[in-house]
């Protein structure tokens, strides 16, 4: 399935778009998507974190995915 | 009370200071973030905010739910700035008012030290040779 | 840079945190001490600030002086009231700016904490049957 | 000699004035000063503390008096 992930920050930059699709399996997990992302943009690798967050919520590496969720790549946050 | 709000216009301490302000609270604490003139050395000549909205809202109003069940809080207000922002420009503002005065400086250090933590907003600096994402890498 | 003043008229926060803010400067914590309604579970009708003012305003500057020693504060603002003073009124105000926020929270506590301990100001609290001078008794 | 003392707060209540004279030997310290007034006034004893200020400072008990010292007695401070 295809899901729609939301890139802001640095992901945006590493991305090259603030939202983009992206192939997973049915019920991959977020930890699974962290390994791909980081295959197809390896810049991901040198971030001092790198979070999902699914829904509004953060998730942890073993949250199962569904195709409607609201996907987003935390990179470092930096507000204050 | 909680009182949580995303702004791409001026904050204002005035107005935090005086919403947390209450007859049952003998001491308010106030933290002001501002942007300043310079990061190690460098001269910064604007910062560029941007928040995850929907999510910088909720976990901001997480934090002010977790230190109201830590300390016996009055009133809080997290006011943070999305958009460009210029040296001296007030970034952030946390107001905490409890019945007495080390309540308030505990709770109001942490809310600002998880804010930092947590909640998705990014700031860029723009130097006047090059720009970074604030705290991107290790 | 400092800023010590007694006042037997109504306080500024808004003018202590402008004041101290500089671009110099990422960090502004704000103490402001108000009075409680209750102390004890007794109703507080009014309070009388009184100072012994020439040592008031020297005891002050004293604290400024020895948190600038301490911590690297760019700009520190001491106001504090005398004369009667009801629930809600504003008695004193501190704010500190720092390059960094730790050392404004340290520094304004410090300078609360010393406040109360050294500067020659008392205060009676008046309840609807009777007055008492706040602390004068083990 | 008699030195001029203030008194306030609480301690203007006890001495019932807010400025009265009192008589010292030459040189006597503000310990000696301290033990007088406790004589005088009992209620200072009660106190949760008991200051002495020379113009305009606190001074330690051995501190020496002079007849045009201002000298303020200092109750328990409640200021903020």
Redesign the interface.
């Known amino acids: 399935m295809n899901i729609s992930i939301?890139a802001?920050?640095?992901a945006r930059?590493i991305v090259g778009a603030s939202e983009f699709d992206f192939a997973v399996e049915e019920s991959q997990t977020v930890g699974e998507l962290k390994q791909e992302l980081v295959r197809h943009y390896p810049d991901f690798a040198?971030?001092?974190s790198f979070a999902i967050?699914v829904n509004?919520?953060?998730v942890s590496d073993e949250h199962p995915l569904q195709g409607d969720d609201e996907v987003?790549i935390?990179?470092?946050?930096?507000?204050? | 009370m909680i009182d949580i709000q995303l702004f791409d216009t001026d904050l204002d301490t005035q107005y935090c200071t005086e919403w947390v302000s209450t007859p049952e609270a003998g001491g308010v604490v106030v933290f002001v973030?501002t942007v300043r003139n310079s990061t190690s050395e460098k001269k910064v000549v604007r910062l560029e905010?941007?928040?995850?909205e929907?999510?910088?809202v909720?976990e901001m109003r997480k934090i002010a739910e977790q230190a109201a069940e830590r300390w016996p809080i009055r009133k809080i207000a997290i006011h943070?700035r999305t958009g460009v922002l210029y040296p001296g420009d007030i970034?952030?503002i946390i107001a905490v008012s409890t019945p007495h005065r080390k309540a308030a400086f505990e709770a109001c250090a942490y809310a600002?030290d998880t804010?930092?933590?947590?909640?998705?907003?990014?700031?860029?600096e723009i130097f006047e040779d090059g720009e970074v994402?604030?705290?991107?890498?290790?």
Chains 1, 4 share one sequence.
């Open positions: 939301l802001f920050g640095i930059d040198k971030l001092a967050a509004g919520n953060y987003v935390i990179p470092p946050v930096s507000g204050g | 973030g905010f941007e928040a995850y929907k999510m910088a909720s943070h970034a952030v600002i804010l930092k933590e947590t909640v998705p907003i990014w700031k860029k994402w604030v705290a991107a890498h290790p």
